[in-house]
């Protein structure tokens, strides 16, 4: 039987505990890109709700409550309080709700059937490496909207992040997984690396360790004003490795800031990468490499012409949301709404495909 979904992964329509409550607002606070900081509030508050039960039993929080003295809690101030005394009220707190409605993710009716169609997201990060969520609970998100799998894809080590994985914890990260797909059966969370390309066009991880993974994500995160020629033989050079499914955000242009909504007139934060294009999507066709539509908001790579040059060749695509929070998954919806405005075909789209059929055709690469 697979795990339940859990009460802070589903729209808050029935009475929270004050832990889903406070889990709920950072989820929808994460899927509108929220300030950190304010993010971080909530989570430490929702730590403050575990000690305090834990160390004091589940009455004590409401006692305090009912003396008004939840803000004596060291970590709790007024907007967290009363998420936690509205929670054991037994109303859906108010913060919930205006966050319901004010951080929904818009789909286009065009879209909509897009993402009905998807099965799963192949490109997302967990707090083994720069996410702010364990394994599980990016698992249970993804249940929670009806995805029958994920790939894990945390960080390779070297330049990305400061914590990202090397091959003796990635080692451990996989029997991490095996126990995870063990409880949560019939879901499954399928192994993965979002690995470096490197200045070389070399990989930021060993061949025998990406061999061991069900899908891997190639991105540029480095480097990425080198000039046009070495750009492209970099980037053709790591499509042409066995290992490599995905194309990963193939541009690196950021339109706005980490933690900004972008706006439509604004200049790019980062500009895209110079390579020749026609030639990056001629290797992603010949070595069967899907180009990423990558769906967080301040990214939107590729752009609509690299997009639809990638179509003309063929390519298979991936919508990935590269959530690094769960309430980030939820911005697949984007990449929905940019796939049907290219009237892509949706069996092109390699996120729709059930698990078996996704390694059927990961696992043809590396031969």
Same mark, same amino acid.
């Not at 998807?118 to 364990?134: E, I, N, T």
């Given at each position: 039987?697979? &795990?339940?979904?859990?009460? +802070? ?6 009475? @929270? ?24 509030? $909530? ?25 008004? /003295? ?16 509205? &929670? *054991? ?24 059937? %897009? ?7 192949? !490109? ?45 914890? @990635? ?7 095996? &126990? *995870? ?5 019939? $879901?499954?969370? @399928? ?29 540029? !995160? ?7 020629? &070495? ?43 110079? $390579? ?30 690299? @997009?639809?040059?990638? *179509?003309? +060749?063929?390519? /298979? ?6 959530? !690094? ?5 939820? +911005?697949?919806? %984007? ?33």
């Amino acid at each position: 039987m697979t &795990a339940a979904v859990p009460a +802070w992964a589903r729209p808050a329509e029935a009475p @929270l505990s004050p832990r889903d409550a406070l889990t709920r607002v950072v989820y929808l606070m994460d899927r509108s890109l929220a300030p950190g900081q304010k993010i971080k509030a $909530f989570r430490r508050a929702r730590d403050v709700v575990d000690e305090v039960e834990r160390l004091r039993g589940p009455d004590e929080l409401a006692a305090m409550a009912a003396a008004g /003295k939840l803000t004596d809690l060291p970590g709790i101030g007024a907007s967290t309080a009363a998420v936690i005394a509205q &929670a *054991l009220a037994g109303d859906v707190p108010e913060r919930v709700r205006d966050l319901e409605a004010s951080t929904a993710v818009p789909l286009s009716e065009a879209g909509a059937p %897009y993402r009905a169609a998807l099965a799963g997201d192949c !490109h997302l990060h967990s707090d083994w490496s720069d996410g702010g969520a364990p394994i599980r609970d990016m698992a249970l998100a993804a249940m929670g909207l009806g995805h029958r799998w994920m790939v894990l894809t945390d960080h390779s080590g070297r330049l990305t992040v400061a914590h990202g994985l090397n091959a003796e914890r @990635l080692t451990e990260q996989l029997d991490v997984i095996a &126990a *995870l797909n063990a409880e949560m059966a019939p $879901f499954r969370i @399928l192994t993965g690396m979002e690995v470096d390309i490197l200045e070389d066009g070399t990989l930021d991880m060993t061949p025998e360790m990406l061999a061991r993974l069900d899908v891997v994500v190639a991105s540029v !995160h480095s480097k990425l004003r080198m000039d046009r020629t &070495a750009m492209t033989h970099r980037m053709v050079r790591a499509i042409a490795d066995p290992n490599v499914d995905i194309l990963g955000h193939c541009t690196g242009r950021k339109l706005s800031s980490s933690g900004e909504q972008p706006t439509s007139d604004a200049e790019p934060k980062r500009p895209p990468s110079d $390579f020749d294009a026609e030639l990056i999507f001629a290797a992603c066709a010949k070595f069967d490499v899907a180009v990423e539509i990558n769906c967080r908001p301040e990214r939107q790579d590729p752009p609509d012409d690299l @997009l639809e040059l990638a *179509l003309e +060749w063929d390519c /298979k695509v991936s919508i990935d949301t590269d959530a !690094h929070a769960p309430g980030q998954l939820e +911005w697949q919806a %984007y990449g929905c709404d940019k796939a049907a405005a290219h009237g892509i075909d949706p069996n092109q789209i390699v996120t729709t495909w059930d698990a078996d059929r996704l390694l059927a055709w990961t696992g043809a690469h590396a031969t």
